[in-house]
C-alpha cells in the first residue's frame, strides 16, 4: 500500500492508503480530527470541505493522492482560541451555531471567499455560499456572521 505525506494545518503526516481514498476518511480516521464532517459524501452538502493550496475543496470526493503534496487547512487551523479567525469571531458574535455539524462547510467556504473577494456585496456572498446545507436553518445568521467578518477584514 503506498504511503502518502499530507500537510495538515501546519503539520505532516504519513497515511498508508489505497490512492483513491478519499482525503476525508484520511483526515478522520488515519490523522484523527474531528473535523470536517461526512454529509452526503457526494460533494453536494459541504459539510467535508478543507482548504487545499487556499482554495475551498470537498475532501469526499478527493482522492488522497491528489491531496499529497498540498498544503491543507481544516477549520481546526483557521485560527485559534487566542486568536479566531474573523469568521470564528463573527460566527460566535452572531450566535450561528445550533448543531454544528454543516459549520464546517459554511466557514470554509466563505475563509477561501472572503481571502479573494474584499467587501463582497450580499449577493456575492449568498453565491459565493451556494449549495451549502443547513438543517438547522441558521442561513440568515450564517449570511451576517459572513458580512460582520468581511467588514472587519476590509
Given amino acids: 500500500m503506498p504511503r502518502y505525506t499530507l500537510r495538515v494545518d501546519g503539520r505532516t503526516h504519513n497515511v498508508d492508503a489505497d490512492a483513491d481514498m478519499?482525503?476525508?476518511?484520511?483526515?478522520?480516521?488515519?490523522?484523527?480530527?474531528?473535523?470536517?464532517?461526512?454529509?452526503?459524501?457526494?460533494?453536494?452538502?459541504g459539510a467535508c470541505t478543507v482548504h487545499m493550496d487556499g482554495k475551498a475543496i470537498r475532501s469526499c470526493s478527493t482522492p488522497i493522492g491528489d491531496a499529497a503534496g498540498h498544503?491543507?487547512?481544516?477549520?481546526?487551523?483557521?485560527?485559534t482560541e487566542a486568536k479566531p479567525h474573523p469568521l470564528q469571531k463573527a460566527y460566535m458574535e452572531e450566535q450561528?451555531?445550533?448543531?454544528?455539524?454543516?459549520?464546517?462547510?459554511?466557514?470554509?467556504?466563505?475563509?477561501?471567499?472572503?481571502?479573494?473577494?474584499k467587501k463582497p456585496t450580499d449577493a456575492e456572498i449568498r453565491e459565493a455560499l451556494t449549495g451549502l446545507k443547513c438543517r438547522c436553518g441558521t442561513h440568515t445568521a450564517i449570511l451576517r456572521a459572513v458580512k460582520r467578518a468581511a467588514d472587519s477584514m476590509a
Fill in 71 to 79: 498544503e491543507i487547512v481544516t477549520l481546526a487551523g483557521l485560527g
Fill in 96 to 117: 450561528v451555531v445550533q448543531c454544528g455539524y454543516c459549520i464546517n462547510g459554511w466557514m470554509m467556504t466563505a475563509a477561501a471567499f472572503l481571502a479573494t473577494k
Fill in 22 to 45: 478519499p482525503l476525508l476518511y484520511a483526515l478522520r480516521d488515519h490523522i484523527g480530527l474531528n473535523n470536517p464532517h461526512f454529509g452526503c459524501g457526494l460533494s453536494q452538502c
